[in-house]
T-cell receptor, first 115, second 116 residues
Framework: GQQLNQSPQSMFIQEGEDVSMNCTSS?????WLWYKQEPGEGPVLLIA?????ELTSNGRLTAQFGITRKDSFLNISASIPSDVGIYFC???????????????FGKGTLLTVNP | EAGVAQSPRYKIIEKRQSVAFWCNPI?????LYWYQQILGQGPKLLIQ????????DSQLPKDRFSAERLKGVDSTLKIQPAKLEDSAVYLC??????????????FGPGTRLTVL
């Protein structure tokens, strides 16, 4: 089935550093979503991207929808300890009629921030 | 606004036993999803409801898994009998409408199932 490849798998950084992670696919997506999951919780939507080339920010987070529509990246600036968690990219796979979609998730990037 | 509620939060059972999970979506959300998240993986959709009807259950192992949303609000997911490989977090999510990728899915905290 369709796979979203995320890299890196994990990151260990110092507080205050910037972080960059990305997601690639062999197929085109018309939407890219970035979620964060903290221990014992469900994923929470951080940023949604709907247009190729789109650059969107949410506080210290910035995400871009790749021009080819097959990739996206997420940057976190000036990391803080509460940024710890697993970051997932996700994209919708539509059915043949386009009436419904299934969200496909990458395997996630585990971020650890040392204070 | 209350989020998606799930119970129990944790469950430990032995293989071949049965287990059931409960989900209460955000009020007014017509679409409800059950996902399975195995350790080290992203969530994988098991079943999607629109009100009380099933929209997509193509990835649900129907020989052992079942789900219902009888009144179009709460939902239960059941596993009978459980296998070791069913150990995972079971996430429930809801969204306001169906089929539109701009409509956000809100996730509950999940039920962590351990099958011994």
């Amino acid at each position: 089935g369709q796979q979203l490849n995320q890299s890196p798998q994990s990151m260990f950084i110092q507080e205050g550093e910037d972080v960059s992670m990305n997601c690639t696919s062999s197929s085109i997506f018309n939407t890219w979503l970035w979620y964060k999951q903290e221990p014992g919780e469900g994923p929470v939507l951080l940023i949604a991207l709907y247009k190729a080339g789109e650059l969107t920010s949410n506080g210290r987070l910035t995400a871009q929808f790749g021009i080819t529509r097959k990739d996206s990246f997420l940057n976190i600036s000036a990391s803080i300890p509460s940024d710890v968690g697993i970051y997932f990219c996700a994209g919708p796979l539509y059915n043949s009629g386009g009436s419904n979609y299934k969200l496909t998730f990458g395997k996630g990037t585990l971020l650890t921030v040392n204070p | 606004e209350a989020g998606v509620a799930q119970s129990p939060r944790y469950k430990i059972i032995e293989k071949r036993q049965s287990v059931a999970f409960w989900c209460n979506p955000i009020s007014g959300h017509a679409t409800l999803y059950w996902y399975q998240q195995i350790l080290g993986q992203g969530p994988k959709l098991l079943i999607q409801f629109q009100n009380n009807g099933v929209v997509d259950d193509s990835q649900l192992p129907k020989d052992r898994f079942s789900a219902e949303r009888l009144k179009g609000v709460d939902s239960t997911l059941k596993i009978q009998p459980a296998k070791l490989e069913d150990s995972a977090v079971y996430l429930c999510a809801s969204s306001l409408i169906r089929g539109v990728s701009t409509d956000t899915q809100y996730f509950g905290p999940g039920t962590r199932l351990t099958v011994l």
